[in-house]
């Protein structure tokens, strides 16, 4: 064979993963690098997902498998790239690994956690809950390693997570580091950043405390989410069973984002089966302008509406107030096929909100251009590096991994080169 | 719902495109306008199903359509949509079709609406002054102190003229309106929506009540993203109703020593023009002259500020604000300048006062000043159809 170099993966999500595994597979030689403490990206923090509705763990397990089996690939939490220079068959690449302050001694007791006296926001749960500086993201996270905040910890001066620790796995004093290596090609998978919603004014979105989005819906359902699987409503706990479904909360709209974003329509289905599932007198309502079903999820549609409890309404939901005793919120749309404004009363209203690419805020830093919606221009990319799944455009699940599949060709080809 | 037959017309469509709604077929009917318009009544809101309406051409269900005129353009549907649809903009242009629809003759109707008429509308006004002026046999810069009735147009000439401009517009008026209000009761017959055909209370009430609403501007001020526009016209209003005071004064003042040899009592010039500075009626027309002064420079910034938001206005719009604002700048100027006694431009900003002034008035029911009377219609009628807003 001839020789070949390294191969660089930025993101280890979904996409990031099986762009790694299946490059790694081929014989190269692979680096992932991943920004978070943990891998598996946008997917871990889904209850489930599509096409077959199964917990994030039932697709990440097996990758993380291949990851650990394989003898060529060499992955990084905590890390992000910060220089790429070079061309085709030989980039040079700036890697910035932020501190853990936890080794791999850890056995993940959790005995840390309980020690440490400093309280952040959960960013793992979009801000439903609090952590500890010392934490774990969920329980199956990969790696099965503690990780402290840098920027919450109280340094060596607190210490008190190093002393609970019995295994030595505590190093408050870990400096970030900086290493260069050298590869063939270039997969960009850093995947998306759901849209703020607190940009949606008139919805509430921020303001208003019952009012979520759907990646928060996704961790209230979710086994490991802040209330164990429970779908109870952050601002009393109590359990929502009459929930409203706002789709385009962002999406297809000039004044924030001008595209669809593809799975919202489905994932608001989604979700109103968990509610269903979980209380057999909920009702959810979903609002929409178009219902958009690509391809065979149609099929999940006609599925959904066959439930009597589920109503689904055509007109977009353009204001939210909130009752001030009950909490409750009024909905407030038009009605069109009935022709009518009016507003409905709920306990929880679930902002359909859109996909924003993770480099609208954060660019690859090497010769990359975008579009003005802050996607790569995957046109103008040169040979050599490849953008993968939602960095392109929004897309679920199931199109990232096809796509990462035939990207991992790709990068072959630049690294044999 | 019984079977419809409609008929796009195509024409319709460009013509709410070349009067300033270009954006009409951005619109993919999300709702979002009609959910955030704090006017539009909860049964079949607007502005959606007049966007709806306005990309496939139905001129019958927006030319008559009270709704049209229900809508104060406020923008908050504007600043909202997810499309840049510009909802408010859109039905801007169909009341301008409107307007245009009832035009008699329907000729002047086309002629105010188009730039390339603009020069001969002019010129009217123009020709009928200068040749007012020459019959008179006076100079067009009269020599000595500056007086504009006795040296330049005398008031036989003003009245006469502005009188059958006065009584032109006033027909035109009549035969827009009624034939508008024509079509909304004849759709009362059609149509299938049960808020068309409510009759309640008597007529004189609803008038009165509509007047009373728009002395306040209480609909006016629902208005979010334009809030300021409220306030604004306000000023334009009462400007227009302290001239419009000042100016029956001032004939008063004329006829009542002509006619009734009414002499002057204490501080109240019967007489001629000029008239002293501290007399009441000097008082209010100089007070109104500054509110309207006011009222229209703001009305030109805040359209200019909410371009972005609201976008920012047609040729049919920019042609009424510069006749209001020509009208009070030239007639403030010619004050000024007749106290400063600089008599060679004092003459000429006068004339074109004149000029201004009959344009406004004479082309009123062809122009966006029309809105007062087809807008205060519709809110009769809302009224009279019990189609109100909560």
């Known amino acids: 064979m001839a020789e070949h170099k390294k191969v660089l993966v930025i993101g280890g999500g979904f996409s990031g993963l099986t762009a790694a595994v299946e490059t790694a597979e081929a014989g190269f030689e692979v680096i992932i690098v991943e920004k978070t403490p943990y891998f598996g990206g946008r997917v871990t923090q889904l209850n489930k997902y599509f096409p077959k509705l199964c917990p994030p763990n039932c697709g990440l397990e097996m990758n993380f498998k291949r990851v650990k089996n394989s003898g060529d690939i060499t992955f990084y939490t905590l890390a992000e790239v910060e220089k790429i220079s070079g061309q085709e068959g030989n980039y040079d690449v700036t890697i910035k690994l932020s501190p853990r302050f936890v080794n791999d001694k850890c056995v993940g007791c959790n005995a840390c956690a309980e020690a440490c006296p400093v309280e952040m926001s959960n960013d793992f749960n979009f801000g439903l809950n609090k952590t500890k500086a010392a934490y774990i993201t969920h329980n199956q996270a990969f790696p099965f390693l503690y990780a402290i905040d840098g920027k919450n910890c109280k340094g060596s001066s607190c210490g008190k997570c190093a002393e609970a620790c019995k295994y030595d796995a505590i190093e408050l004093d870990m400096k970030p580091q900086t290493i260069n290596v050298n590869v063939g090609s270039i997969v960009m998978a850093t995947g998306w950043d759901i849209y703020d919603i607190s940009k949606l004014d008139n919805l509430g979105g921020g303001k208003l405390a019952n009012v979520i989005s759907n990646m928060q819906m996704e961790r209230l359902a979710s086994p490991n989410g802040p209330t164990g699987g429970k779908i109870l409503r952050p601002s009393d706990n109590k359990p929502a069973k009459n929930i409203a479904f706002v789709q385009c909360a962002g999406s297809r709209d000039e004044n924030h984002l001008p595209y669809c974003s593809y799975i919202c329509c489905m994932a608001s289905m989604k979700q109103a089966t968990y509610l269903r599932d979980q209380y057999k007198d909920s009702k959810a309502s979903i609002f929409y302008i178009d219902l958009r079903t690509p391809g065979r999820y149609e099929q999940f549609y006609w599925k959904v509406k066959e439930d009597p409890n589920v109503s689904f309404t055509k007109g977009k939901v353009a204001g939210i107030t909130e009752d001030p005793e009950t909490r409750d919120l009024i909905v407030e749309v038009e009605d069109i096929m009935a022709g009518k404004k009016i507003k409905v009363k709920f306990d929880m209203v679930v902002l359909a909100a859109g996909m924003v690419p993770s480099t609208k805020t954060a660019k690859i830093p090497g010769d990359v251009s975008y579009t003005p919606d802050g996607f790569v221009a995957a046109a103008s990319l040169k040979k050599g590096m490849y953008a993968v799944g939602t960095l392109k455009s929004p897309v679920d699940v199931a199109r990232s991994v096809q796509d990462a599949t035939g990207v991992a060709i790709k990068s072959i080809q630049s690294a044999r080169r | ?390």
């Open chain 2, 1 to 390: 719902m019984a079977e419809q037959i409609i008929k796009p017309d195509v024409n319709f469509i460009n013509d709410i495109i070349a009067a300033g709604g270009e954006s009409v077929k951005k619109c993919f009917q999300c709702a979002t306008c009609s959910v955030v318009c704090n006017v539009t009544p909860e049964d079949n809101p607007f502005p959606r199903k007049e966007m709806l309406a306005a990309q496939w051409g139905l001129k019958d269900r927006l030319i008559s359509n009270p709704d049209v005129w229900l809508c104060h353009q406020c923008s908050d549907c504007t600043a909202y949509c997810p499309r840049g649809a510009k909802p408010g903009e859109v039905l801007g242009a169909v009341r301008k079709l409107s307007i245009e629809h009832y035009a008699t003759p329907s000729f002047l109707g086309k002629a105010v609406a188009s730039p390339k008429a603009l020069i001969g509308l002019i010129l009217v006004p123009v020709i009928i002054f200068i040749a007012a002026i020459m019959v008179q046999g006076n100079s067009f810069f009269p020599e000595g102190e500056i007086v504009y009735a006795e040296k330049f147009m005398k008031v036989p000439y003003i009245d006469v003229i502005f009188s059958a401009a006065a009584i032109f517009a006033l027909f035109g008026f009549f035969m827009g309106v009624t034939k508008y209000w024509k079509d909304l009761t004849k759709n009362i017959e059609k149509s299938s929506n049960p808020w068309q055909k409510k009759v309640k209370g008597p007529m004189i009430a609803m008038i009165l009540e509509t007047v009373f609403e728009f002395m306040t501007h209480k609909r006016f001020d629902k208005c979010d993203v334009t809030n300021d526009r409220s306030k604004t016209h306000l000023f334009v209003f009462f400007g227009f109703v302290g001239l419009a005071i000042t100016t029956t004064w001032a004939i008063a003042y004329l006829y009542g020593h002509e006619f009734f040899h009414i002499q002057k009592t204490f501080w109240l010039n019967f007489g001629e023009s000029p008239y002293p500075l501290y007399d009441p009626m000097k008082i209010l027309g100089n007070f109104s002259a500054v509110l309207l002064l006011a009222g229209i420079l703001q009305v030109i910034t805040n359209r200019r500020k909410n371009a972005e938001k609201a976008g920012s206005g047609s040729y049919y719009d920019w042609l009424f604000i510069s006749v209001i604002t020509s009208i009070v700048v030239t007639g403030i100027l010619s004050e000024v300048l007749r106290l400063a006694h600089v008599r060679m431009v004092a003459y000429p900003v006068y004339f074109i006062h004149l000029v201004s002034v009959f344009f406004l008035f004479a082309y009123a029911p062809y122009s966006k000043m029309a809105h007062m009377a087809y807008r205060t219609t519709a809110l009769v009628f809302a009224k009279y159809t019990g189609r109100e807003v909560k």
